[in-house]
């Protein structure tokens, strides 16, 4: 039994000493820019009200191969995004506050890339997680005519956020076209007032790149 099991860690070892190296040589970097629709979502009783933005970023990425047509595509994204909320908000659905949101973030993603070759052409369908930290933000908070008591407190923006990330990619001798989704899925207020529902922040941005074969 104990000589069965060394036989096996050694397999292991031995197809990690081949793959990883392998996977290595064939990592590919790129860079890409883009604009995006950039939103802040909240549920209003039976409907959802989107207040949104334009927006951008740009990124480095990697491409490494692990497995046949799959391959691991990290991202280092520097987003300008924000949107508008409400807050607030009373049983009637009037709401005292209209808060504008738009700054800064840092955004790395850690994405499993499935790749289809196409007559010379690639298409990439990807998926994974994505961390948003904020380092440069601005809230402008204006009041609606609906008056506010003077014990309400504005609401604020968390610093963090944790999304999803996923969208598809088509590739051509190293250039890309690329369509992503981000969908947050952690409530962006700081506090909440009165009847106040979560606010997520979601994404889509149309990017041009380039990767480096």
Do not use: C
């Not at 995006?36 to 334009?54: A, C, E, F, N, P």
């Amino acid at each position: 039994m104990k000589t069965k099991k060394i036989h096996k860690w050694n397999i292991i070892a031995a197809l990690l000493l081949v793959g990883v190296p392998q996977a290595w040589s064939q990592l590919s970097w790129g860079v890409r820019t883009g604009l995006s629709h950039t939103s802040m979502v909240q549920q209003m009783d039976l409907y959802y009200r989107s207040g949104w933005k334009i927006g951008g970023s740009v990124a480095g990425l990697l491409d490494i191969p692990f497995y046949r047509r799959f391959s691991f595509r990290p991202e280092v994204a520097l987003v300008y995004q924000g949107g508008n909320f409400v807050s607030g908000v009373d049983d009637d659905e009037s709401y005292a506050w209209l808060n504008n949101f738009k700054g800064y973030s840092l955004q790395p993603s850690f994405n499993l890339a499935y790749n289809i070759p196409i007559s010379g052409v690639k298409l990439i369908i990807f998926l994974g997680p994505a961390f948003d930290f904020h380092f440069k933000d601005r809230l402008v908070v204006e009041q609606s005519d609906t008056e506010a008591s003077s014990s309400d407190e504005q609401a604020l923006v968390k610093a963090f956020d944790f999304a999803v990330n996923s969208g598809i990619s088509v590739e051509f001798k190293g250039a890309f076209f690329q369509i992503a989704s981000l969908s947050g899925i952690i409530d962006r207020r700081e506090r909440t007032l009165g009847n106040d529902s979560p606010v997520y922040q979601n994404n889509i941005t149309f990017s041009l790149g380039y990767f480096f074969r």
